[in-house]
T-cell receptor
Framework: DAGVTQSPTHLIKTRGQQVTLRCSPISGHKSVSWYQQVLGQGPQFIFQYYEKEERGRGNFPDRFSARQFPNYSSELNVNALLLGDSALYLC??????????????FGPGTRLTVT | QQQVKQSPQSLIVQKGGISIINCAYENTAFDYFPWYQQFPGKGPALLIAIRPDVSEKKEGRFTISFNKSAKQFSLHIMDSQPGDSATYFCAARGHGQNFVFGPGTRLSVLP
């Protein structure tokens, strides 16, 4: 079975531009979460979606937004890019949400570089 | 209160030795504690996880020890191998599916 897939693998953008990152969860998983991992640090939670509804939001500015589609895939959008947005963006999927939810599995990430 | 502290920052172990990484948390609402292994350029891979009603869980060479009263948990890697060289993250699940990660431990296993 395919794991979590993300596209693109790498991306280079200029300050002020907008970017869209994509994620497909493991088949059967309905929950998708997004994380930002700056080099040398642990992942930081950005968003969680379950059944197309936002279930959680981390401490990120409104320039970050996301959505989940009927097939449970998801997009993360970042507007007005800053140099500090350069990071590995990770998508994770799980079968459920909330208490008692199962394990969370990560994709390979999208490496975003802002110049 | 949402922090997870992790130590050491880096660890060097000889092949065949035991690697021990420690984590601590404050939020008693955390209900699930996974460990992830990450190789350079890759996403984190789930290694082993434990719930707070269990004090120890073992899977192969990997063992989690959990001390609920002390709000601490640790990962033990027995018979460490050069292929175990990676960055290890502890994490804790809070509200919903919001995982809080430790800052990571870079493990190097010398041949």
């Amino acid at each position: 079975d395919a794991g979590v897939t993300q596209s693109p693998t790498h991306l280079i953008k200029t300050r002020g531009q907008q970017v869209t990152l994509r994620c497909s969860p493991i088949s059967g998983h309905k929950s998708v979460s997004w994380y930002q991992q700056v080099l040398g640090q642990g992942p930081q939670f950005i968003f969680q979606y379950y059944e197309k509804e936002e279930r959680g939001r981390g401490n990120f500015p409104d320039r970050f937004s996301a959505r989940q589609f009927p097939n449970y895939s998801s997009e993360l959008n970042v507007n007005a890019l800053l140099l500090g947005d350069s990071a590995l963006y990770l998508c994770a999927s799980s079968s459920r949400s909330g208490q008692g939810a199962g394990e969370q599995y990560f994709g390979p990430g999208t490496r975003l570089t802002v110049t | 209160q949402q922090q997870v502290k992790q130590s050491p920052q880096s660890l060097i172990v000889q092949k065949g030795g035991i690697s021990i990484i420690n984590c601590a948390y404050e939020n008693t609402a955390f209900d699930y504690f996974p460990w992830y292994q990450q190789f350079p350029g890759k996403g984190p891979a789930l290694l082993i996880a434990i719930r707070p009603d269990v004090s120890e869980k073992k899977e192969g060479r990997f063992t989690i020890s959990f001390n609920k009263s002390a709000k601490q948990f640790s990962l033990h890697i027995m018979d460490s191998q050069p292929g175990d060289s990676a960055t290890y993250f502890c994490a804790a699940r809070g509200h919903g599916q919001n995982f809080v990660f430790g800052p990571g431990t870079r493990l190097s296993v010398l041949p």
